[in-house]
Structures are given as C-alpha cells and as structure tokens.
C-alpha cells in the first residue's frame, strides 16, 4: 500500500521573514518521502486554500506534516484561520465527542481522523536552550510545551502524534545544511514508525 503525506507549509511573508526556509523544509521533506516510495502534496498558506479542496488533502494523508516558523511565541495567523475554516469540517470532525447517553465519551474524542498521524516541524531563530532549559525563556517545557495548543488541535481532529522536529537559531547562528540533514533522518524516522 502506498503512503501519502500532506504538507501544511505556514512559511509565509512576515516582518523580515520570507518563508523561503519554511518552503525548502517542505519540499527537502517531500523528496525524502517520495524517493521512499510515498505520494505527497502541499498547499503553501500564504497562497490561499479551497477548503473542500484542503479536506480532502487531509482525508488522503496518512500522515499530516505542518510546517511553520515560530512567530512571536506561536504560529503566524495565517496558519490560525487554515485551522480555523478548514477543520471544522464535518467530514474531519463529528463535534467535541461527549454524549449525554454515554458519560465515558470525553470531551475531545470527537475526531474522525484517528487512522492518521501528524508532525509538527519548525523554524525558530531562539536557540535550542530557550527551550530545554528551566532558567532560559520557555522555562524547559520543549518545543511540545510552547506547542501545546496546536498538539491540542490535532488530537481534537484524532490525529496521532510523532515526534516533532526544530531548527533554532535559524537567524542569529544558522546551521541550515545540518538542520536539513537531520531533517531527512527525522522524517525517515517517522515514516519507518508509520509502516
């Protein structure tokens, strides 16, 4: 059976940030998997989005990749409206999952997507240890910690997780040909994961 994946790239043009190193993530990304025998696509944001067209993108994946730089803490809010007009489709999720006649559906469980996984990669010019260590900026919660909400999102949609991937320092110290090497291992990885 042949794998597909879909790449939600959120690189866009914001203050002195083209998205230029967002896009070469997705594109690194879906070489890697296409030369592992997996069918991929991808809809850069920034170019605006058919929302049927986007549902059923994400209904083909096996595996949803979201691409985006950390802006200001977050993603750019672009990405924020994609979420906002395309997951709420009824074909992605049947509402927040609890039923009056049945107290062991919790909130949350509601998603329709339950046989796909999701990776969340990003670019951040905050170094590493912003993120893994108590007394830096983040406080040692991890990139998966600053992340929480959109972690959140996906798992509302049913999505398993895999592993998420950062490149840091991205502005200030790039290391962009390592950070692409470890790239295509990451997503190797995930792929091995997903069978």
């Given at each position: 059976m042949t794998r597909h994946a879909f790449f939600i790239d959120a690189g866009c043009a914001l203050g002195h940030s083209g998205g230029t190193l967002n896009h070469a993530f997705v594109e690194k990304g879906r070489k890697t998997l296409e030369a592992l025998g997996w069918t991929t696509d991808a809809t850069q944001i920034e170019n605006g989005w058919d929302v049927e067209a986007e549902v059923e993108k994400i209904l083909k994946a096996d595996l949803v990749v979201i691409q985006t730089p950390g802006w200001w803490m977050s993603t750019p809010w672009q990405l924020k409206k994609y979420e906002d007009e395309v997951f709420v489709?009824?074909?992605?999720?049947?509402?927040?999952?609890?039923?009056?006649?049945?107290?062991?559906?919790?909130?949350?469980?509601?998603?329709?997507?339950?046989?796909?996984?999701?990776?969340?990669?990003?670019?951040?010019?905050?170094?590493?240890?912003?993120?893994?260590?108590?007394?830096?900026?983040?406080?040692?919660?991890?990139?998966?910690?600053?992340?929480?909400?959109?972690?959140?999102?996906?798992?509302?949609?049913?999505?398993?997780?895999?592993?998420?991937?950062?490149?840091?320092?991205?502005?200030?110290?790039?290391?962009?040909?390592a950070d692409m090497t470890r790239f295509v291992a990451h997503i190797r990885n995930v792929a091995a994961a997903i069978g």
């Open positions: 489709s009824p074909r992605l999720c049947g509402g927040d999952g609890r039923s009056r006649s049945d107290a062991s559906k919790k909130y949350g469980s509601g998603g329709f997507l339950t046989d796909k996984h999701y990776m969340l990669s990003s670019t951040w010019n905050a170094p590493l240890e912003a993120f893994t260590e108590p007394d830096q900026f983040f406080g040692g919660v991890g990139i998966d910690g600053v992340f929480l909400p959109l972690h959140r999102t996906m798992a509302f949609l049913g999505l398993k997780p895999t592993q998420s991937f950062m490149a840091n320092d991205v502005h200030k110290n790039p290391t962009i040909e």
